[in-house]
C-alpha cells in the first residue's frame, strides 16, 4: 500500500532538519519544517495513516516536495506553501482519526506501546506487517465483517507486541552490544576476560527479563548499567596494563600505585601506613576509625534526644506543679478549714514544692547544658549557612555530606587540555577563600574531576594540574598555611551523572571544594 512507502519518505526527511538551519536561520520557514514534522509523527501515533489516509499521504507528499525544493534552493515562497498546506492537511488527518479510532482503542494502546520504542525503525518489517493487518481490520470492520476483523486484528497486535520487544531490546540492548563488539575487535578479552565475561552476562540477564516482562524496565536498566561498569571496568584495565608494558613497569609499581590512596586516607584519620602484611591492617584501621566516628554521633544524637524528652518531662512536669498548686489554693478559698488541718495541707504543699524545686533546679541545670550544647550546633549550623550563601546557584552549589562541607564550583571553564585560569573567575575564587576562612580550625582538600571519556591519565593528570592551579592562586592569596590545604586529582573516578551524555561529561568536568570544619562538639 502506498502509506508504508510514505511513512519511509516521512522519517527519512529528518535527514533535512540540519540543511534547513543553515537556509533559514530562526526563519518562518524553519518553524514551519519543525511543525510540520512534529504533526507528522503526532498524526502517525494515533495511526491517522490508517483511519484518514488521503489527508495524511497528501501532507506526507508536500511535506517531501517541500523538503526537495529546499535541498534544490528553490523559491522560498513555494516552500512555505507546500509547507502550509500540508500543516494543514496533518491537522485534519489528527482531528479526522479522533473521531474514527474510538472502536479500535485496545488495538490503539498495543501499537503506542510498539510506537513509543520506535518500533517503526527498530523493527519495520512487523510494523509494517501491523499497519497492513490494522488497515485491513480497519477495512472489514467498515464492511462489518467481524470474523475478518477479528482475524486481522489479533495478526496486528501479535505483529506490534512482537516489534514492541524488539524495540525495547533494542533500546536497551543496540549500543551495549556494539560497544562490547569494539571492545573485543581491540582485544579486551586477552587483557580483561572476566570483566568482559561479566559484561556478557548482564547483556544475557537483560534479554532474559524483557523476555519474560518487556515493561520490567527498572531491572533491566540496572542491569544496563552493570553491563557498562563491568565493560567500562574492562577497558581500564586493558589501558593500564598496556600503559604499564609500554612503560616497562611491573606489578610492583602497580600495587605501588594502589597504595597511594589509602595512604591519603590513612593520613587523614592519623594513621601510620604499612603494607608489610598486606592492605586489611591498615583497612581494619580507617574502618574502625569511621565506626568510632558514627558511633559517637550516634551516642550523641541520642543524648539530645533524651536531653529533649527530659526538657518535655520539666515542662508537662511544672505545669503539674502549677495546675495542683492552683487547685490548694482555690480548694483553700472555698474550705473553711480548721488552722491545723489548713497548716498541715501548707506544710505539705511547701515540702512538695521544694522537692520540685530542687528537681527543678536539676533539670534546669541540665536544660543549660542542652542549650548551651545546642548554641554551639546552632553556632555551627550558621557558619555553614554564611558560607553557603557567598554563592550564587549559579556559582556554585554547596552540600552538607555528614561532617564534610562540599562546594561543587559551577560552570567552571578550563581552556582545553590546560590549567589556565581565568581572571573571570577571580570573583569566585575570591569567594571560596572567604568560605575556606569561616572554618578557623577546617582543612580543605580541592579536587580537580573531569569526564569518564579520553585517556584515563591524562584525565588524571589534567585534573591534578587544575586543582593545583587552583590551590597556588588560593595559597598566593590567603597566606594560608599550606598543611591546610591540599590539591588532589580523581580524574573521571567519581562521576556525578552519566557520562553517555554530554549534559551528563559537562557535570562530572567539575571542581570541588571539600572543606572539613573540625568543629569543637560541646561536652
Known sequence: MKRFSTITILFSSVVF?????QIFPQSDSEKMFQNARELSKKALAIAANIFAEGNFEKGTDLLADAEKLLKKNGKPEEIQQNLTTAIDL???SIETTKTLNTSF??????RQLAFNVDAYTNAPKLWK?????FSSAVENYNDKDMQGYQKYAKAAETNYKDAELVGVKGKFLNDLNASITQAEDKDLNKYAPVTLKKSKQFVQDIETILDANRYDTLKARNNLNQAMYELRHGLYFQDLFTK????DKTMEDLVLSWEEPLTKIAAEFKIQSLFDKGYDEVTSQIVANINDGLATLDKTLKENQKLSSELDDLKKSIQDYKTKLADAETQNKKLNMDSESLKKSIEELNKSAEEHKTRFAQLENESLRYKTQSQELEKNNQIIEKASNLFLPSEAEVIRNGELIIIRLVNIVFPSNKATLEPQYYNLFA???????????GTTVIEGHTDGQGDFQKNLDLSQSRANAIFQYLMSNMGAEANRITAVGLGGTKPIANNSSEEGRAKNRRIEIV???????TK
Open 244 to 247: 604499564m608494558k609500554e612503560k
Open 129 to 133: 506487517e501491523g499497519e497492513e493487518n
Open 515 to 521: 572543606i572539613n570544619p573540625h568543629f569543637h562538639a
Open 17 to 21: 532538519f540540519f540543511f534547513t538551519l
Open 105 to 110: 482503542s485496545d488495538l490503539m494502546k498495543i
Open 90 to 92: 496533518f491537522n485534519k
Open 431 to 441: 569567594k571560596v577563600q572567604k568560605a575556606i576562612q569561616l572554618f578557623s580550625n
